[in-house]
Every structure is written in structure tokens, then in C-alpha cells.
């Protein structure tokens, strides 16, 4: 039999949302650097301790070059639904990274971020409006989770309010397991001439947006403006902030009603929030594909050693349930004093862009909806969800409440 037949499968499905795959806890006890098989047969290393992890993330012998064709691939039609000649913030490496993230981070300052506080009170507000209209009960993904991201991250990047429904449904799509390649491809098309239009309309018309500013910075810097790359930045943004937002909106929401002690410790101070927001990240970590890299090098982690072309799997929820950065890691702690320690967002070079919006985005929605509906309930038992659990986006289907 070869290694790829008897290896593990990877990506790991959660069997309960509140509790990580049996075998992350085994790896990170017995084999922390461990061989696993991607969807396309290939083996690649499992990295599940935090120390692992953070130092693979950091590490620039290690790329996270998509197109590369010892890539490590998580998804049918990863590399297919990639068109070779463009090139992403988050596929890129080295110098050229550091230019295309310098080029945009100032979007992204928390000086920036507390400036929208108005608008994302607002688009909350507006949310929870229409969840307080509904019949109960009222399904939260639906009301709150799906369009308040989509709606910060339109008006962030540009993107008409108009165009939510269309980004919900190309996000929610972009991050299922079972499109075939073809779907990929298509998908990838359609959304990449959208952005095209909308950039090209924006050169003519430029509004007090990120795509605006970009247009301008690049006719300053370089007097052209670079359609495609712009229109890459414009999709990944789209798609980075949505499901994994929404995600983690309503697994927190969720976990709150589940656990009224915590919920109550979180309420009882509006100060309290923004630890329990850090601790709801780390506990849900919803990303369940790694981050995956490319050793370039031959390189020693933990004691084992990496070869040039090997892909590794640094999987940010194991690390995020290593006791040995976090006491009693698999409980719900809105208290823990080192939440903000996790790699939720990743870590190093490319390191969530969007971190301040997500943490000053799920404070407002926490404090505001349990605030306006401090009866909020689960109108189902936990046993009647349906979570998603593809192994790309954790979250859960539908999330009914009532109060
Ligand atoms: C709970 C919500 C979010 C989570 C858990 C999350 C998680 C992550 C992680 C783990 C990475 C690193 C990927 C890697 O190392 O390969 C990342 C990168 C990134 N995220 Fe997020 N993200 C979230 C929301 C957002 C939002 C709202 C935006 C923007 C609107 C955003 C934009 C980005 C971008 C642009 C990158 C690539 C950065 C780079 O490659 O330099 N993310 N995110």
C-alpha cells in the first residue's frame, strides 16, 4: 500500500460546534507534526501545536504561491478556478507581498476602522430592525450574520448596496466543497467580470471608497490604473470578509445562548465585550482549511524536518486548542485574560487584513443585539441545527431564535 492510501484525510469535519476534530487533540499529544493526505491524493504534514504553527506562519522559506504546482491543494478545482497570470494579496510572496499589502493597509488602520463606528452602529441597528419585524421565530443567519458583513464590506470596498444579495449568494458559493472544477471556473469567472465592470465604472466615477483611493494612488504612482489586480483585490475582500464574519457571528451568538453564565458575565459590562469577542474568534476559529503553505526550503519544525515542495497544513483551530497557550482550552471563557494571543487571523507576514473590522464589527453586533433583545433565545434545541461543515468555512446553516 503507498503512504497516500493509509493517511489521514484531509480537511477534518467537526462532529459538534463546540468541540475540535479527536484528531487534532491526539496529533498535538502523540504526533504533533503529523502525514496527512490532501483531496488530490497528495501527502502534506499536519501541523497542530500552537508553537508549530505560528512559527510555520512566520517563516517566509514557507509560500503561499496558490498556482504553484506542489501547492497543497484543500478543494476540487483550487488550482483550476485560478486564473495563473493574476496575482492575489493572499498568493503572493516576499517583496511582492509586502508592496501589494503596504499598498492597501492604510484601509484597514484601526484609526480608519473607529471612523465607520457610526456606520456599522447604524447597519446593525438597521438589522436588528428587521430581525424585530419578523414572525417568530426569525432565522439570525438570515436577519443579522449574512448582510451586516456583507454590507460593511461593500461599503468598505465599493461595492453598490444594491449588489449585496448577489455577493451573499457568489460568497456563500465560493467557500463550498462540492462545486465541481467547471463550477469553480465559472464561478470565478462570473465574479471576476462583475468586479471588472464595477472598477472600470469607478475610473470614470470614483466615489469615497478603497477601489476610489486605489484608482487614485496608482494614477499618482504609476499613471495607469492596473484593472485586473485591483479587481483581485476588490473579489478577495469580498470573499475573505463575508462567511467567515457571518460565521462567527452566529457561532457566537449561538454559544452565548447556549452558555447563559457566560452571556451574562459578557452583559454585565459593555468593557467586558471586546475580550469575550477575542475568546468567541479563538473558540470558533472558522477557517477549517489551515492555512496550507509550500516549503521552498529544507526546513526543521518542532524537531522534524520539512523538505523543498513539501505542503504542510498549519492549522490555526488546533493551535487555537493547545493547552499550552490556553488554560482549559476546549471551555468557553469570555474572562480569558489571553484570548487575543489566538491565530485566528493567522499570523506573520499575512495576517488577516481585516482583524480591526472583524473585532470592532462583532463588538457592536454583540452589545447591540443582546442590549435591544435581552430575551433572546434558541427557538430550537442544538440538536436540530444544521452546521456547515465542508471543511473550508465552519458555521452553521440557519440559526432560529426567538425572545
Ligand atoms: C472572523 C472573520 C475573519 C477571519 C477568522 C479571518 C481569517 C483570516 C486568516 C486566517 C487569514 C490568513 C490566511 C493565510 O495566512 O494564508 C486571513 C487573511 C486575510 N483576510 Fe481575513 N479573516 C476574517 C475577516 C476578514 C475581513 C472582514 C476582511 C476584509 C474585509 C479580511 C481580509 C483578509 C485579507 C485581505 C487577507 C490576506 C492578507 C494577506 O495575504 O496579506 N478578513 N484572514
Known amino acids: 500500500m503507498t503512504e497516500a492510501i493509509e493517511l489521514p484525510q484531509f480537511p477534518f469535519h467537526r462532529t459538534c460546534p463546540f468541540s475540535e476534530p479527536d484528531i487534532y487533540h491526539r496529533s498535538r ?106 414572525p417568530r421565530p426569525a432565522d439570525l443567519v438570515r436577519a443579522v450574520a449574512m448582510p451586516v458583513p456583507a454590507r460593511l464590506t461593500a461599503r468598505l470596498v465599493g461595492v453598490d448596496h444594491t449588489d449585496d444579495g448577489l455577493f451573499q449568494d457568489l460568497t456563500s458559493r465560493s467557500v463550498r466543497h462540492d462545486l465541481s472544477a467547471e463550477e469553480r471556473v465559472r464561478f470565478a469567472e462570473e465574479v471576476r467580470a462583475y468586479m471588472d465592470s464595477l472598477v472600470t465604472a469607478k475610473m470614470a466615477c470614483p466615489g469615497d471608497d478603497l477601489l476610489s483611493r486605489q484608482i487614485t494612488q496608482q494614477r499618482a504612482e504609476h499613471g495607469e490604473v492596473d484593472v485586473a489586480g485591483l479587481s483581485s483585490l476588490a473579489v478577495l475582500l469580498m470573499i475573505a470578509g463575508q462567511e467567515t464574519t457571518a460565521e462567527t457571528i452566529a457561532l457566537g451568538v449561538l454559544s452565548l445562548l447556549t452558555h447563559p453564565d457566560q452571556l451574562a458575565e459578557m452583559t454585565s459590562d459593555p468593557d467586558k465585550v471586546p475580550l469575550a469577542v477575542e475568546e468567541m474568534i479563538r473558540y470558533f476559529t472558522v477557517l477549517d482549511f489551515g492555512p496550507p503553505r509550500l516549503a521552498t526550503e529544507d526546513v526543521e519544525i518542532g524537531g522534524v524536518l520539512i523538505r523543498a515542495g513539501e505542503g504542510v497544513v498549519a492549522n490555526i483551530y488546533a493551535a487555537n486548542r493547545d493547552g499550552a497557550v490556553f488554560s482549559a482550552p476546549q471551555t468557553l471563557d469570555v474572562r480569558r485574560a489571553n484570548a487575543r494571543q489566538h491565530l485566528a487571523f493567522g499570523y506573520g507576514p499575512h495576517q488577516c487584513l481585516g482583524a480591526n473590522l472583524v473585532r470592532h464589527e462583532l463588538r457592536i453586533v454583540f452589545e447591540t443585539l443582546f442590549r435591544r433583545i435581552p430575551t433572546l433565545r434558541l427557538a430550537v434545541r442544538i440538536d436540530e441545527l444544521t452546521f456547515k461543515n465542508e471543511g473550508l468555512i465552519y458555521g452553521v446553516q440557519e440559526l432560529p431564535v426567538t425572545w
Open 29 to 134: 499529544s502523540e504526533s504533533p507534526i503529523t502525514r496527512i493526505r490532501m483531496v488530490d491524493g497528495r501527502p502534506a504534514w499536519l501541523l497542530t501545536r500552537y508553537e508549530d504553527v505560528r512559527a510555520v506562519l512566520n517563516d517566509r522559506r514557507f509560500s503561499s504561491d496558490k498556482a504553484a504546482s506542489d501547492y497543497p491543494v484543500f478543494v476540487v478545482g483550487q488550482k483550476e478556478g485560478l486564473d495563473k497570470s493574476e496575482r492575489f494579496l493572499v498568493n503572493m510572496d516576499g517583496a511582492e507581498h509586502a508592496a501589494a499589502r503596504r499598498a492597501v493597509i492604510s484601509e484597514f488602520s484601526t484609526r480608519r476602522i473607529a471612523a465607520l463606528t457610526p456606520h456599522i452602529q447604524l447597519t446593525v441597528d438597521e438589522a436588528i430592525d428587521k430581525l424585530l419585524e419578523l
